[in-house]
C-alpha cells in the first residue's frame, strides 16, 4: 500500500491533477508488489517553496510504502517521476525532489497489515 505526497509551487488545476494522477498510478508499478489498485496520492499546488534561498519552481515528493524493497526499484521510480513532473508541471529536474520511507507498520481498514 504506497502513499504518494507531491507538493510544489506549480498551479494544480483539474486536467492536471488527472494528469498526474494517472501518471503516477503508472509509475507505481515499477515498485514491486505495488500498482495503482491500492494507491493514494495528495497532490498540493501554489505552495511557496525555497531551495538555496530563492523562490524556484520546486517539487517535493514523498512515496511511502509498507515493506521493503530494492534501491534499483526506486531509482526507476524516481526516473519515472520525475519525467512526468518535468512534462505536467514543466519543473527541471534539479528542481525535484524526492524521499523514499518504508515500513513494517500499516494501519488500514481497521487493522494492520
Known amino acids: ?3 504518494i505526497n507531491l507538493t510544489t509551487t506549480a498551479a494544480i488545476d483539474t486536467p492536471t491533477a488527472e ?12 515498485l514491486p508488489g505495488k500498482s495503482e489498485s491500492v494507491l493514494m496520492i495528495s497532490l498540493r499546488g501554489d505552495t511557496p517553496m525555497y531551495f538555496h534561498g530563492e523562490a524556484l519552481d520546486l517539487a517535493f515528493v514523498e512515496v511511502n510504502c509498507h515493506g521493503h ?45
Open 69 to 113: 524493497l530494492p534501491p534499483a526499484a526506486y531509482g526507476k521510480l524516481t526516473g519515472a517521476v520525475t519525467e512526468l513532473l518535468g512534462e505536467a508541471l514543466a519543473i527541471q529536474p534539479q528542481n525535484i525532489f524526492i524521499k523514499y520511507f518504508e515500513t513494517d507498520n500499516w494501519g488500514w481498514n481497521g487493522r494492520n497489515l
Open 19 to 30: 494528469q498526474l494522477k494517472a501518471g503516477l498510478g503508472r509509475a507505481i508499478s515499477l
Open 1 to 3: 500500500m504506497p502513499m
